[in-house]
């Protein structure tokens, strides 16, 4: 679905090869029992891809669900869904803390941390600029080095400052 919305992919490289050492690891242990490795490798890369869209689409719905809100411009229903997968992720704090393992996800920032800068940035979307800073600082107080929210939170300031100097 093509979107003039931003969307910010970061990734976790190491991550990416974790996964291409358990596709191999996966291959020899399969080419072990079927008695050829190229067999073995070619089934390791299927299980591995149907396993990694199980669990995408199926694990972070919520996610994925307002992400798809996002994109269609309507943020206070992406809001809601964006809230679900925080109090999921927050809840179920081990699953995005090893979602590099479990969700076969390379992304560099948690889910949680995601819910947050997402929420915020629908909040300023719809004009409540105020919910939209509450976020972005929530978002500080868990996650003190996240470069998309101290970008946001330099911007209202700047923003509030030229609406006092005028």
């Known amino acids: 679905m093509a979107s003039n919305k931003p969307v910010v992919r970061q990734r976790a490289w190491l991550a990416n090869l974790f996964h291409i050492f358990l596709i191999f690891f996966l291959g020899f242990i399969l080419g072990l029992f079927l008695g050829s490795f190229a067999e073995g490798f070619d089934l390791a890369i299927i299980i591995y891809f149907v396993v990694y869209l199980l669990l995408r689409f199926q694990v972070p719905k919520n996610h994925r669900q307002g992400i798809a809100f996002f994109k269609s411009g309507d943020y206070t229903r992406a809001i809601g869904e964006f809230e679900k997968s925080y109090d999921f992720f927050t809840r179920y704090a081990w699953i995005d803390k090893y979602r590099f393992i479990l969700l076969l996800s390379a992304s560099r920032i948690s889910y949680t941390e995601m819910a947050l800068v997402n929420i915020a940035y629908c909040y300023s979307q719809i004009g409540n600029g105020g919910k939209a800073k509450e976020?972005?600082?929530?978002?500080?107080?868990?996650?003190?080095?996240?470069?998309?929210?101290?970008?946001?939170?330099?911007?209202?300031?700047?923003?509030?400052?030229?609406?006092?100097?005028?």
């Open 135 to 166: 976020y972005y600082e929530k978002t500080l107080s868990q996650f003190p080095d996240s470069g998309m929210a101290q970008s946001a939170l330099r911007m209202i300031h700047a923003a509030e400052n030229s609406n006092v100097a005028q």
